[in-house]
């Protein structure tokens, strides 16, 4: 059983930057693809970023060059750099984890990019 915790959502204006921590609890923290999903209100869940057991990474086209993920594999943590913060980019912002037919998510944390 894994256990995931997201916290750094905020208030943030456009433009600004906000670091997002997912914090896992288990064992076997490397096996697991990790990524970030967000979902808006009324909206589908989507893909925001992920990274591999391997560090490879992926990020939406809508993200690419703002964000970055990364994985701290010691602390069980993955994290979610956002720059240059959108009102479009606002959302509960969710942390996943995956291997084989497991499939974990966190509670969420939300985002929101205003003036």
């Known amino acids: 059983q894994v256990q995931l915790v997201e916290s750094g959502g905020g208030l943030v204006q456009p433009g600004g930057s906000l670091r997002l921590s997912c914090a896992a609890s288990?064992?076997?923290?490397?096996?697991?693809?990790m990524g970030w999903y967000r979902q808006a209100p009324g909206k589908q869940r989507e893909l925001v970023a992920d990274?591999?057991?391997?560090?490879?990474?992926n990020y939406a086209d809508s993200v690419k060059g703002r964000f970055t993920i990364s994985r701290d594999n010691a602390k069980k943590t993955v994290y979610l750099q956002m720059n240059s913060l959108k009102p479009e980019d606002t959302a509960v912002y969710y942390c996943?984890?995956?291997?084989?037919?497991?499939?974990?998510w966190g509670q969420g944390t939300q985002v929101t990019v205003s003036s």
């Open positions: 990274i591999t057991s391997g560090g490879n990474t």
């Open positions: 288990g064992s076997f923290f490397s096996r697991y693809a």
């Open positions: 996943n984890a995956r291997w084989t037919a497991f499939d974990y």
